[in-house]
Antibody, heavy 120, light 111 residues
Framework: QVHLQESGPGLVRPSQTLSLSCAVS??????????WNWIRQPPGKGLEWIGY???????YFNPSLKSRLSMSVDTSRSQFSLRLNSVTAADAAVYYC????????????WGQGALVTVSS | QSALTQPRSVSGSPGQSVTISCTGT?????????VSWYQHHPGRAPTLLIY???ERPSGVPDRFSGSRSDNTASLTISGLQVEDEAEYYC???????????FGTGSQVSVL
């Protein structure tokens, strides 16, 4: 049973960089069957797909965030990370790290979520 | 890419059946066999209920079923139980530009 756990600062200043990490346990990140996603949910709103990264480091981002977004993966440490630059209040959300199964284009395992507030 | 449209709320009594619709377009829901559904209890991690329009992962009760007609996917919960009270989201694969689009979410209440 795979387990994902987000970590990172809960408060980010406007215009600064939001950085989150996701620790993966219970399964190998190196499998070609999976992609590793970030999905967020702003307060009172629905889910928004942010982007994913493969174990080889290839990424795919939501075009609406692409210019501010980067992701990295370290399979030897079983973790992947998100960096979102120049944040505004609109970036405040619960951020989930999520494993996806490529062949099904779905999201089969989710972390508990990390609440990020954007405020000065 | 616009969010898929779901009813804001759906309710039913224990034992009844409820159906949640998820309306997209011929470029997402209607085009690919990659519609999935998620259950989200507040404060907990969302869980996968349905993938590939109508397939259930192991461990998901067969009370949950998925279907699709044209550009609208549906999730049916049969034999509604109190623990089914949660937010439900659909998600569709939408191709290479914005691969994934989620629904607006539906709150299921058990009366």
């Amino acid at each position: 049973q795979v387990h994902l756990q987000e970590s990172g600062p809960g408060l980010v200043r406007p215009s600064q960089t939001l950085s989150l990490s996701c620790a993966v346990s219970g399964d190998s990140m190196s499998s070609p069957d999976y992609y590793w996603n970030w999905i967020r949910q702003p307060p009172g709103k629905g889910l928004e797909w942010i982007g994913y990264i493969y174990s080889n480091g290839n990424t795919y981002f939501n075009p609406s965030l692409k210019s501010r977004l980067s992701m990295s993966v370290d399979t030897s440490r079983s973790q992947f990370s998100l960096r979102l630059n120049s944040v505004t209040a609109a970036d405040a959300a619960v951020y989930y790290c999520v494993r996806g199964i490529i062949v099904h284009r779905d999201f089969d395992s989710w972390g508990q979520g990390a609440l990020v507030t954007v405020s000065s | 890419q616009s969010a898929l449209t779901q009813p804001r709320s759906v309710s039913g009594s224990p034992g009844q059946s409820v159906t949640i619709s998820c309306t997209g377009t011929s470029s997402d829901v209607g085009l690919y066999n990659y519609v999935s559904w998620y259950q989200h209890h507040p404060g907990r991690a969302p869980t996968l209920l349905i993938y590939d329009v109508s397939e259930r992962p192991s461990g998901v009760p067969d009370r949950f079923s998925g279907s699709r007609s044209d550009n609208t996917a549906s999730l049916t919960i049969s034999g509604l139980q109190v623990e089914d009270e949660a937010e439900y989201y659909c998600c569709a694969y939408a191709g290479s530009y914005v691969p994934f689009v989620f629904g607006t979410g539906s709150q299921v209440s058990v009366l």
